[in-house]
């Protein structure tokens, strides 16, 4: 179950995301998806589709924060998850080689404000509409059902935004949109007009012909904590080829930890029934019976800790099961004194229907490894012959429920092609990717 988590959360970024900090030079400029309309009562195309469709919308004003709408909620109760003001750690990201920001550079602090001052209310109806019917070999199985869980009638409330950085990066008061299809989370969006910055944000092309053509403020709130990410949109031009591409300046309150999908919210939230902290809590220290290969038996002790302030927490939908993913810190010792490895998990809490905790599973987050010797003073695992082998690394996954677990432990010996070792080695090439091989192991239970 653990892996449909880390499934949906993927093809969701995916979606979404689309870019990501990447960079796409194109033939021509990317076309700007339409905006739902701002007022009164009128039909139209969001721009997201699949190739065999699109969300076509309908926006229908509404009178006050205390009006009932479609959804079962109002846009008091929106409006109460946002309106006021958060702190949190913000994370400028690294230089580029295309565009980069200053003069704020690594860990900072960003204040945000939302006010609502009277702003128009909507209830925007979305739903997807097929263009032509769907044939066997279409490339994206189920992109209607994707598209239509994209899809998301939701209520849109104008707001002002007030947004600052503690180095005076930026110190804006702009225009926002807050949106919600579910009361326990809402998203912002805001754009900052690049020619009236009041903060000290500068952008320092790297490359000729690359240029910033606008900037977006995206973030949300749950449960008193906020997060959200300063997203460029680049243009590119050498007078005969044009291009676009996308980068991401800044997040907040991390950098990467939710970057695959989810809510990032600190560990003690519960928007579920449960928390990241109920988790680790339950299952900090668990002890079992470890089973070698060879059949022999010794005891194991598991303790495990957050690797993060924040988990990432998804409420579920149709391509998207609830539940948690925390990154930790997984300790495994055993009595015979052959293993005493720590090692980075990711553990998934899982929810059922009322979000209550069904079960949590963790697997290693990195395959690659190490030198052969240094094998044993990297992993702390001995009694494996691993010469022979490029890298040697190990792997646990496992189950918690209820304080106690189930798993097991490879070691693995990795024989790794120059082309993954130097890339630049096979420039254009093919690559057959890195052979493991299983070297032993074992497996525990209570």
């Not at 992993?379 to 106690?404: K, L």
Request: charged share 20%; aromatic share 6%; glycine share 14%.
């Amino acid at each position: 179950m653990s892996s449909s988590l880390r499934r949906s959360s993927s093809l969701r970024r995916s979606s979404v995301r689309a870019g990501g900090r990447g960079l796409l030079v194109v033939a021509a400029l990317l076309a700007a998806a339409c905006t739902a309309p701002q007022g009164g009562s009128q039909t139209g195309h969001d721009g997201l589709g699949t190739g065999n469709g699109a969300c076509e919308e309908t926006s229908i004003v509404v009178g006050s924060l205390e009006e009932a709408t479609a959804l079962g909620f109002t846009a008091g109760e929106v409006l109460a998850q946002a309106e006021g003001t958060f702190e949190s750690p913000i994370v400028w990201a690294p230089p580029d080689d295309i565009v980069n920001a200053g003069p704020e550079q690594g860990e900072g602090e960003i204040t945000i404000n939302v006010a609502h001052g009277g702003g128009a209310i909507r209830f925007v109806e979305s739903r997807f509409v097929e263009s032509r019917p769907r044939e066997s070999n279409d490339e994206m199985e189920g992109g209607p059902a994707i598209a239509g869980d994209l899809c998301k009638s939701r209520i849109e409330i104008d707001v002002e935004l007030t947004i600052a950085t503690s180095g005076g990066a930026l110190a804006e008061t702009v225009p926002a949109i807050l949106s919600s299809s579910d009361p326990r989370h809402v998203a912002l969006e805001a754009e900052l007009d690049l020619d009236a910055l009041s903060g000290s944000l500068v952008f320092t092309p790297q490359r000729e012909g690359w240029a910033l053509a606008d900037l977006t403020i995206r973030g949300g709130m749950a449960a008193g904590a906020s997060w959200g990410s300063i997203d460029a949109r680049l243009e590119y031009s050498d007078g005969e080829v044009t291009g676009a591409g996308f980068r991401s300046f800044a997040s907040w309150p991390t950098a990467e930890t939710c970057a695959r999908g989810g809510l990032p919210l600190p560990l003690d939230t519960a928007l579920l029934a449960f928390s990241a902290a109920d988790v680790l809590a339950e299952n900090a220290e668990v002890a079992a019976t470890f089973t070698w290969d060879d059949g022999t038996t010794t005891r194991i002790a598991l303790s495990l800790e957050a690797a993060d302030d924040v988990a990432c927490v998804s409420l579920g939908g149709e391509f998207d099961e609830a539940g948690v993913r925390i990154p930790a810190r997984l300790h495994l010792v055993t009595e015979d004194g052959r293993v005493d490895l720590e090692t980075d998990v990711d553990v998934y809490a899982l929810a059922d229907a009322e979000g209550r905790l069904v079960d949590a599973s963790f697997q290693s987050v990195q395959l690659r490894g190490v030198a052969p010797d240094d094998f044993e003073a990297t992993y702390g695992i001995t009694g494996f012959d691993v010469s022979g082998y490029d890298e040697a690394s190990s792997t646990v996954r496992g189950t918690f429920t209820g304080g106690s677990s189930t798993g097991a432990l490879k070691v693995l010996g990795l024989t790794v092609p120059e082309c993954v070792r130097d890339p630049a080695s096979n420039p254009g090439g093919g690559c057959e990717g890195i052979d493991i091989t299983e070297l032993g192991g074992g497996t525990w239970a209570p």
